[in-house]
């Protein structure tokens, strides 16, 4: 069935840095979405992408629907102590009954040093 | 706030015993999805109803069941509860059948002692 491989598993940054991370999956997607997750609470939708080739912003936020449609990125610039959290990945391969749902990255851990 | 509503939102039962947990999703969404996240794991698909009607099944065990209501709440049970099923369950909504962009509650967390 279809995977997602999200790296870094987790980043231990300096405030201010930029961070990185990215999902590739084994087939094309249609849709990539990137969630954030805060300790005990559920995830919330960060950005959504529906093209490929498509980058999108939101603050400091930026993700961008790869080329091949296989894989998508996420770049936080100048990190802040409210962006560590676990940053998911999700891909929806279509509308189709067999491929509509999401599949889920593991997720990315982000943490600041003091 | 998301708009979805989950309660409990902790629960400590013992071993063998059965669990109900509750999800009301956002004002007019018609799909409910719920999913399990054990300790540091990513989230586990295990069901989706859209309008009352169950749409698609992930890795939901035969002692797991869920339904949707004809007011659009949803209900996930749990029974014969092992120390494994300990994990934050987690319910979604989203005004579609498709699950793009769907909304996630806080949680609930299942302790099984």
């Known amino acids: 069935g279809q995977q997602l491989n999200q790296s870094p598993q987790s980043m231990f940054i300096q405030e201010g840095e930029d961070v990185s991370m990215n999902c590739t999956s084994s087939s094309i997607f249609n849709t990539w979405l990137w969630y954030k997750q805060d300790p005990g609470e559920g995830p919330v939708l960060l950005i959504a992408?529906?093209?490929a080739g498509e980058l999108t912003s939101n603050g400091r936020l930026t993700a961008q629907f790869g080329i091949t449609r296989k894989d998508s990125f996420l770049n936080i610039s100048a990190s802040i102590p409210s962006d560590v959290g676990i940053y998911f990945c999700?891909?929806?391969?279509?509308?189709?009954?067999?491929?509509?749902?999401?599949?889920w990255g593991a997720g990315t851990k982000l943490i600041i040093k003091p | 706030d998301s708009g979805v509503t989950q309660t409990p939102k902790h629960l400590i039962t013992a071993t063998g015993q059965r669990v109900t947990l509750r999800c009301s999703p956002r004002?007019?969404?018609?799909?409910v999805y719920w999913y399990q996240q054990s300790l540091d794991q990513g989230l586990q698909f295990l069901i989706h109803?859209?309008?009352?009607?169950?749409?698609a099944k992930g890795n939901i065990l035969e002692r797991f069941s869920a339904q949707q209501f004809p007011d659009l709440h949803s209900e996930l049970n749990l029974s014969s509860l092992e120390l494994g099923d300990s994990a934050l369950y987690f319910c979604?909504?989203?005004?579609?059948?498709?699950?793009?962009?769907?909304?996630f509650g806080q949680g609930t967390r299942l302790t099984v002692v």
């Open positions: 109803y859209y309008n009352g009607e169950e749409r």
């Open positions: 992408l529906y093209k």
């Open positions: 004002s007019g969404d018609l799909s």
């Open positions: 979604a909504s989203s005004p579609r059948r498709e699950s793009t962009e769907a909304f």
């Open positions: 999700a891909g929806q391969g279509g509308l189709m009954d067999s491929n509509y749902q999401l599949i």
